[in-house]
Nanobody, 128 residues
Framework: QVQLRESGGGSVQAGGSLTLSCAHSGYSYSAAYYCMGWFRQAPGKEREGVAAIDSERSTYADPVKGRFTISQDYDKNTLYLQMSSLKPEDTAIYYC?????????????????????WGQGTQVTVSS
């Protein structure tokens, strides 16, 4: 089965940068046959999509457009989320997720229920 492990979280001041990593393994063949995404959940709020990547494009939630970049290093079996110009409202637990391409739809890439494989999460705290 697919296994995901996030790392790279921590505390940073507003305006700073941070890069999250998601090491993945257990794919039937290759990570290229999965859609992958980053999600976040703040205390008392529902989990929300941040960014996702499929075979053709990257998709970003409006609040992070221009500030976050999702990428995939297939050789290292790692998904990344580069975050810049961080704001206090970015504070949350960040999760990476995966779903087989067959079950991945372009209009639902940022919807948590579209994914069935999840990491344990990594905390990101942005102070003002």
């Amino acid at each position: 089965q697919v296994q995901l492990r996030e790392s790279g979280g921590g505390s940073v001041q507003a305006g700073g940068s941070l890069t999250l990593s998601c090491a993945h393994s257990g794919y039937s063949y290759s990570a290229a046959y999965y859609c992958m995404g980053w999600f976040r959940q703040a205390p008392g709020k529902e989990r929300e999509g941040v960014a996702a990547i499929d075979s053709e494009r990257s998709t970003y939630a409006d609040p992070v457009k221009g500030r976050f970049t999702i990428s995939q290093d297939y050789d290292k079996n790692t998904l990344y989320l580069q975050m810049s110009s961080l704001k206090p409202e970015d504070t949350a637990i960040y999760y990476c997720a995966a779903v087989r391409l067959y079950d991945c739809y372009s209009d639902s890439l940022l919807i948590p229920k579209s994914y069935n494989y999840w990491g344990q999460g990594t905390q990101v705290t942005v102070s003002s």
